[in-house]
């Protein structure tokens, strides 16, 4: 994740996602399409945005890629640099709309995984990363994004998403919550929560982390047009990592490849 809010503060650094993720599964069941898709890019220098604790920049580099992640979280890339780092990964902290100078080379694929591109809120935000992009990517180079399929959320009225459950050692359960407000102008009020369920306690239920952090629910429409605007021209558009079919009204997720046109 590369969310932020304007205090500064790091709210997803609060979220173990490594622990909330079952990674090993997420990662098995996204390889095909990855795979594919990084057939088709120029080269194999991967470019892996809102990295969050790295899993997917290690898998890139267990085909034979040279990936860069990075990621606005402290937590998330000291995270990420916990685990041994192999040769061709790199972990770099900054802000995905600063990429011409944290970068100093140029990638032949990038991914935002994990609804990464809603925390650029405003027009602007998602005008200044494309352009960014544009820069530190080779002529035809793919752009690979996956959000939430904010069309159906805001038609269907979704207020959560599906809880996680851990079960801990000590007969406890932690709750991951994600809540969700749906705001003016294509804004969420986006609210991620952790909850300690133990049935010997007195309460027996009570909130350990919450934050609450304004994102974009950006639709396919507006994200088509930005990326004409910058320079990226849609290939694919899908419902999920697996590659399928996109349905704007039933589909979990959006996930776009685009590829960087010609200077």
């Known amino acids: 994740m590369d969310e932020k809010n304007e205090t500064g ?5 609060r979220v173990d996602y490594r622990r909330f993720v079952a990674w090993t599964r997420r990662i098995e069941r996204e390889a095909p399409f990855l795979k594919s898709v990084l057939e088709k890019a120029p080269s194999v220098r991967v470019l892996d945005l809102g990295c ?10 267990s085909l034979g890629c ?24 790199e972990f770099v902290l900054g802000d995905i709309r600063e990429l011409p100078s944290l970068l100093t080379s140029e990638f032949g694929m990038a991914i935002a995984l994990g609804n990464t591109l809603t925390g650029l809120v405003e027009n602007e935000d998602l ?4 352009s960014g992009l544009r820069t530190v990517t080779v002529d035809g180079a793919l752009f690979l994004f996956q959000i939430l399929n904010y069309k159906r959320i805001f038609s269907q009225g979704i207020r959560y998403l599906p809880p996680n459950l851990v079960d801990g050692d000590d007969g406890s359960t932690t709750i991951f919550l994600r809540l969700m407000n749906q705001l003016p102008k294509g804004r969420v009020e986006f609210c991620p929560s952790t909850l300690k369920y133990d049935p010997e306690a007195d309460p027996p ?19 088509r047009d930005q990326l004409r605007g910058t320079g990226f021209e849609v290939e694919g558009v899908y419902g999920d ?6 349905d704007p009204e039933t589909s979990h997720d959006l996930v776009v490849l685009s590829r960087r046109t010609g200077d």
């Open 127 to 130: 005008e200044r990363f494309l």
């Open 205 to 223: 239920l009570r909130v350990t982390q919450s934050q609450v952090i304004t994102l974009r629910g950006w639709h396919l429409e507006e994200l």
């Open 52 to 61: 969050g604790t790295g899993e997917h920049s290690r898998f890139l580099n």
């Open 66 to 89: 040279e990936t860069v992640g990075v990621d606005r979280s402290e937590t998330m890339i000291r995270k990420a640099k916990e685990e041994p780092v192999r040769g061709g990964v």
């Open 241 to 246: 990592m697996s590659g399928g079919t996109f």
């Open 9 to 13: 503060a790091d709210p997803f650094g």
